[in-house]
């Protein structure tokens, strides 16, 4: 693809630091470095080498803590948090959350006014929940890239962010949401506003609450497949583009069906509970223990702590396996509904379930059912009987799939990456 912009641009991508928001940057990197754009991404230093294979340039910042032991201590110190409902959760994982994000905003600063200074970016794009002192003053245009669930972009008319609650529940639980959140939230939006106007950045506005950032003045993208966005809720979100999918096409990797499957009867279905679910290790071993008793395949994403358990004839995993070769080949995803998975799932159109465990999960997790697209389960509370007879009503849903191929074909020829890259490409 030629390069269509005046001059060859340097783009800075700084995604938070986990798997989904890392793929996302790079399904908006690989058109850009396509027209012959310069693509840098600044990195946790945990993450070396795995940018470089898409031929982008990784500058590294921070300790060398590798993020698959980020994600085992993570579960060993909220795994009771998360069996709670997402109102319980607001507490204490919620406010340990915000917590840990206001904290690396602090320690990434110096850091990216370094980097900023050193790379000298025509344009930024970062995908964080909290505003970065260090981008909104540096002079340079700069895209809001949120890969989460939009919900909490315009709250008029729809659930609290964060609640899983369906869109004809009860206000009042609705309310009740909102002040929890807002007594837990409060203190640390005060102290992170106040650090931010004296790092020189702007003071912070509640337009974007619950989210602890401003708008762009130059660019804001939000990830959200039109038929699960809130469009039929509330107005589209003023200085928001909505991106269907931000799917990485990059030919770094193979993958074919294991032999220990290919020849066994039953669909193919693919499992993944995220980078933080799969840290689980009770949850992942109860989960396979379950879907031992299904006639059907397994392929999954065995996270962390793959090592210290099997898995039996009918399942194959590792513990890290390449979600979009998968994804074409399976008949339904089961998930923990991180935002990025599902819109990798709408792109090759398969059926899902749910498993949420905190945050935006549990609204993916409600609008997918509630738009008749899979089933939301409990993650620690279903039945064994009842995840089983999940997987057989969705695999046996002929209109559901006719449905899902549709929508696939309509994201895949929509090229929504081309129109964000032109959209970008404006800014310098």
């Not at 401003?214 to 990830?223: H, M």
């Not at 090592?307 to 998968?326: A, M, R």
Request: aromatic share 10%; net charge negative; proline share 7%.
């Amino acid at each position: 693809m030629a390069l269509s912009s005046k001059k060859q641009l340097t783009i800075l991508f700084l995604p938070l630091d986990t798997l989904g928001h890392i793929h996302a940057s790079i399904g908006i990197a690989e058109p850009l470095k396509q027209r012959g754009h310069r693509i840098v991404f600044g990195i946790a230093t945990g993450w070396k080498g795995k940018i470089s294979p898409y031929g982008f340039e990784e500058i590294l910042y921070g300790e060398d803590t590798q993020p698959a032991e980020l994600y085992v201590n993570f579960i060993k110190a909220c795994s009771a948090e998360l069996r709670k409902s997402s109102y319980d959760q607001l507490a204490v994982f919620e406010h340990c959350v915000q917590r840990n994000l206001i904290n690396s905003v602090k320690y990434n600063d110096p850091f990216f006014r370094d980097l900023i200074k050193q790379i000298k970016p025509d344009i930024i794009i970062v995908d964080h929940y909290f505003c970065q002192p260090a981008i909104v003053t540096a002079g340079v245009p700069w895209v809001w890239l949120m890969s989460s669930n939009p919900l909490g972009l315009n709250e008029e008319n729809c659930p609290p962010r964060g609640s899983g609650y369906s869109a004809d529940s009860d206000r009042q639980q609705w309310d009740e949401f909102r002040q929890e959140f807002k007594r837990i939230s409060d203190p640390n939006w005060e102290e992170l506003n106040q650090w931010l106007i004296e790092r020189g950045a702007p003071p912070l506005t509640k337009q974007m609450w619950p989210l602890f950032q401003n708008a762009s003045s130059y660019l804001n993208l939000y990830l959200c497949p039109e038929e699960i966005d809130y469009t039929d809720l509330r107005p589209y979100p003023p200085k928001w583009v909505r991106c269907d999918a931000l799917v990485q096409t990059s030919d770094i990797c193979d993958f074919q069906i294991p032999e220990k499957l290919a020849n066994k009867p039953g669909k193919l279905v693919y499992m993944s509970m995220g980078s933080f679910g799969s840290a689980d290790l009770s949850l992942m071993t109860r989960l396979v223990n379950i879907l031992a008793k299904s006639p059907n395949r397994f392929i999954i994403s065995k996270g962390p702590l793959g090592d210290e358990y099997s898995l039996p004839d009918n399942i194959w995993g590792e513990k890290l396996v390449p979600q979009v070769k998968i994804l074409p080949l399976v008949d339904l995803v089961i998930t923990h509904g991180g935002n990025n998975t599902i819109t990798e799932i709408f792109y090759f159109g398969k059926p899902l379930i749910i498993l949420p465990l905190f945050g935006d999960q549990f609204d993916n997790a409600q609008r997918i059912e509630e738009k008749g697209f899979g089933i939301r389960l409990g993650t620690y509370s279903c039945f064994e009987e009842e995840l089983l007879d999940a997987i057989e009503k969705l695999l046996v849903d002929k209109q559901l799939e006719e449905k899902l191929k549709i929508i696939s074909q309509k994201i895949k020829e929509s090229d929504n990456r081309a129109k964000v890259v032109e959209l970008i490409e404006t800014l310098a």
